[in-house]
């Protein structure tokens, strides 16, 4: 992409918006990391918590992100720079930079086993096997730390090669095909697990809250899934907002991503917990809770040997979009503000993530030195950028938008300049300016004390 200064790159139609944001949205986040939280925190004291964060944090920060995005057509960096020149607001561009390095680190890890288990799943590895096994398989992989690398490598380079290939033939083809034949697998699945024997207490602990089980740190926690599972506070969707055309509607373009990741992360746990529960696999398993359940399920399914494949398969494209956008950031930032070739940013940003991200990996390892304060350093990068870096990224984002950039640019931005109604652009503005930021801040407080 030599010609950026003549003409930037974008996305050519409205429901390629809507893929490519959506695809960054959906990914590891709903369908791994979701229930893991979910199965720690509580249950469904957690998913009640979740929903209202989605709800009335998700559309606000998002539209924050895609208005400030639209508006400078510019990078995570450059948009604070070119609304508020010489100031310290270009600071939340770096810090999402940042950020999305952290998380691309560790979040190839998981990436890669999605490869390896596509390779268990086409050598028909699970068939026939008890739990006991699949979880000794799984612990077993862990403990080849190299073998992880390898994986994660590739993983990383196949990013790479996406990014490298520019946004519109790249990221915008692949996304629009995939998503949907992923809600449909899980739709499959999903009326299998909870036609199996025991499924009832899984939904119950899905769906029951239990009131009491909301403490500061489920309340962290679930601040921390929302902005991850929809890729907010770090500027994914500011990179994104630039490339969308003005004559699109951010606010509807919003609400869909919102929504249909947060079908994705419901109908995860409807396929997860029944199924888990089934088992016997415990709730708080973590990370082996998606990975040993999901092929058990297809052990008690017809033609599961297919729908394996094809299940692994997607979750790996399903990750790729999202690490498509993580990449796009630092690149975005990297070649547009330090003029450096596209290309060569991809290459270094890639060659970077793989370093640091190997630590994350190797940390995985039974009695491996990598570890921090008493964390592995996967979890430690996993806590940093999710419980805190995003959640600070995300209240900068509307402080600037509800007391910087004010309510005039921010409607004009978000009603197409006119063009649009957007009836909905008072109450969200309001949100925006008073209660997102007020709610983010008293949560980072209550859970920071615990
Ligand atoms: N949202 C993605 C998921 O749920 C992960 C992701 C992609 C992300 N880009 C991001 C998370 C930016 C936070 C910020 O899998």
């Known amino acids: 992409m030599t010609e950026i200064k003549k003409k930037r790159d974008g996305f050519g139609s409205k429901i390629g ?7 960054s949205a959906i990914g590891l986040g709903n369908i791994y990391r979701f229930p893991c939280e979910l199965g720690n925190n509580g249950g469904a004291a957690f998913l009640l918590v979740y929903l209202v964060v989605v709800i009335f944090l998700g559309v606000p920060v998002m539209l924050s992100e895609l208005a400030i995005g639209r508006r400078s057509q510019s990078n995570a960096v450059g948009a604070f720079k070119k609304l508020a020149p010489k100031s310290a607001w270009p600071l939340v561009g770096y810090l999402g930079v940042l950020c999305g390095f952290i998380i691309f680190a560790f979040y190839s890890t998981v990436s890669g086993w999605t490869l390896e288990y596509i390779v268990k799943a086409v050598t028909n590895s699970f068939r026939g096997k008890d739990l006991a096994t699949i979880e000794q398989d799984f612990a077993d992989f862990h403990n080849m730390g190299w073998r992880n690398v390898m994986w994660q490598a590739v993983f990383i380079f196949l990013t790479g090669f996406v990014v490298f290939k ?14 949907p034949l992923l809600f449909v697998i899980l739709v499959v699945l999903g009326i299998r697990s909870v036609t199996l ?20 740190k489920v309340l962290i926690n679930a601040l921390g899934q929302g902005f991850f599972s929809l890729s907010l506070g770090m500027g994914v969707l500011i990179t994104y907002g630039s490339y969308i055309k003005k004559s699109d509607n951010l606010t509807s373009t919003a609400f869909s991503v919102v929504i249909a990741d947060t079908l994705i992360a419901l109908l995860a746990g409807i396929v997860i917990f029944p199924a888990a529960f089934s088992f016997g696999i415990n709730p708080k398993a973590g990370m082996g809770l998606v990975f040993n359940t999901i092929p058990m399920i297809f052990n008690q399914m017809a033609g599961g040997y297919f729908f394996c494949i094809i299940f692994f398969v997607l979750l790996a494209i399903a990750a790729l979009t999202s690490t498509i956008s993580l990449l796009e950031v630092v690149v975005a930032y990297v070649s547009e503000q330090l003029h450096i070739k596209r290309q060569w940013a991809t290459i270094v940003a890639c060659a970077i ?9 190797l940390s995985l390892m039974e009695n491996t030195p990598f570890t921090i304060c008493g964390k592995t350093m996967f979890d430690a990068m996993d806590f940093i950028s999710s419980n805190v870096m995003l959640p600070l990224g995300g209240m900068l984002i509307v402080i600037f938008v509800g007391w910087k950039m004010g309510k005039s640019q921010f409607f004009a931005e978000v009603a197409n300049e ?5 009836p909905m652009k008072a109450i969200i503005y309001f949100i925006i300016r008073y209660l997102a930021p007020l709610a983010i801040a008293v949560v980072f407080v209550t859970g920071l004390i615990k």
């Open 418 to 422: 006119g063009a649009l109604k957007a």
């Open 166 to 179: 520019g946004v519109q033939d790249g990221i915008e083809k692949y996304a629009k095909i995939l998503m």
């Open 353 to 361: 993530s793989l370093l640091v991200g190997a630590f994350a990996s």
């Open 197 to 216: 024997p025991g499924a009832g207490e899984g939904l119950s602990f899905l769906f029951k809250p239990d009131f009491s089980k909301i403490t500061g």
């Open 17 to 23: 918006i809507i893929a490519a944001a959506a695809g």
